[in-house]
Structures are given as C-alpha cells and as structure tokens.
C-alpha cells in the first residue's frame, strides 16, 4: 500500500537553530513530491522536487530529494518564530493523485 | 485514528452535469474544506466551513458551492461541470482553531474529470 511518512511527528526549537524534517515514502509510479508549509486554513506551497540529488532553495529553506532511498528532507537554518507551523510532504504519483504525510509540527520559541 | 472519507476515487462527468463530492470525517472536527490540487499550482482552497451550516469562500470558490448540513459531512457542488474543474479535489477537516490543534486530516481525494 501506498504511504508518506514524515518525521518526526513533532519539533520544538529555539530562534536560530538549523531543523532538518524527513519525509520517505513508498509510491506506485512516483511523478513528484511536494512540500506545504500550514499555518491556518490553507496550505503554502513551498518545493516540487521532481529529481534526484538537486537541491531546490528558497531563503532559508531548502529541500532536496533522493529517489533511491525514496525520501527527502526539508531544511530550515537560523529559524524564526514565523516559521512555526506544520509542514506537510505530499507525494504524486503518474496518475495526478495526492498522498500526504501526517506533517511535523515545529515550534520555534524566540 | 482520524478518517476522513471522500465518496468516490475517480470519477467522470460531462460538461454542464451537476456533480456532487461529499466527505465525510468521524473525528468531531467543526472545520472542513475544499481544496483543488493541480499541477504545479500547489493546493487552492476552495471553500471551508467552520460549524453546521457555516460557510466561508475560499480563494477559488467561483463554480462551486458547498453544503454543511451536518458536522461530519462536507458536500462540494458544481452546478454545471466544465473542462476547468477537471482536477484531484481534497478534502480535509480539523478542530476549531484556539482548541489547541489546527492540523488538518485530509481525505484520499476524489480524481475528477470532466469531458
């Protein structure tokens, strides 16, 4: 059966510290894998990683994918309390459906 | 463990038909909502609803109507489908903001494809 896993479930930091979130995942034909950043009512659209081994970057948040492993990684270096919210890794496979992770909650206290 | 249901996977409609999604969550959630998932364009929030009867338009809610009629039920309407609403609809629910928890549970989605 299909599944996103993310870790860890929950996270709480101080300002700036470097957090590192994980999701793997295990995906009948695999297209792509997306990460959300929520905070209130709607997710953010934050990364598409489509490759392997290419890091995408935006600020102060990066992510990368491995397809050989079948995970990636969400990073985020010198955090702020804006950053507190969950994070959510979703994956789509050739088909256009969605799979997401439970999501990591991540606190960072000033 | 948190369910949230959609009523159906796949499914194909002609152009102008009414189409109906319904979702369904066991878990007491007062919100729910509606988000459409497209390639590239990341989830956009339809509609949401944060009690029985409540509704609140989202970033995209032209085409579409909701009904919340009870708290575990959350129906999304289009009127008259068309080509543009082609697309995996979520559905996702989760305890009133300030209850100490705003995760959202999401549905499987329902692959929608009008023709």
């Known amino acids: 059966e299909d599944k996103v896993v993310q870790s860890p479930l929950s996270l709480v930091v101080h300002e700036g510290d470097t957090v590192t979130l994980n999701c793997s995942y295990e995906v009948t034909n695999f297209r792509s894998l997306l990460w959300y950043k929520q905070e209130k009512k709607a997710p953010t659209f934050l990364f598409m990683l489509?490759?392997?081994?290419i890091e995408k970057k935006s600020g102060r948040l990066s992510s990368i994918l491995d397809k050989k492993e079948l995970f990636s990684i969400l990073n985020i270096t010198a955090t702020q309390t804006g950053d507190s919210a969950i994070y959510l890794c979703a994956v789509g496979d050739n088909n256009n459906d969605m799979r997401f992770g439970a999501g990591t909650r991540l606190t960072v206290k000033p | 463990d948190v369910k949230v249901t959609q009523s159906s996977r796949y499914l194909v409609k002609r152009t102008g038909e009414k189409v109906f999604l319904e979702c369904v969550q066991d878990m007491d959630h007062e919100n729910m909502f509606w988000y459409r998932q497209d390639p590239g364009l990341g989830l956009r929030l339809i509609y949401f609803s944060y009690d029985v009867k409540m509704k609140e338009k989202g970033d995209i809610p032209e085409g579409y109507s909701v009904s919340r009629e009870k708290k575990e039920r959350f129906s999304l309407i289009l009127e008259s489908a068309s080509t543009n609403q082609t697309s995996m609809y979520l559905c996702?629910?989760?305890?009133?903001?300030?209850?100490?928890?705003?995760?959202?549970?999401f549905g499987p989605g329902t692959r929608l494809t009008v023709t």
């Open positions: 489509t490759s392997s081994g």
């Open positions: 996702a629910s989760s305890f009133r903001l300030g209850q100490g928890s705003w995760e959202q549970y």
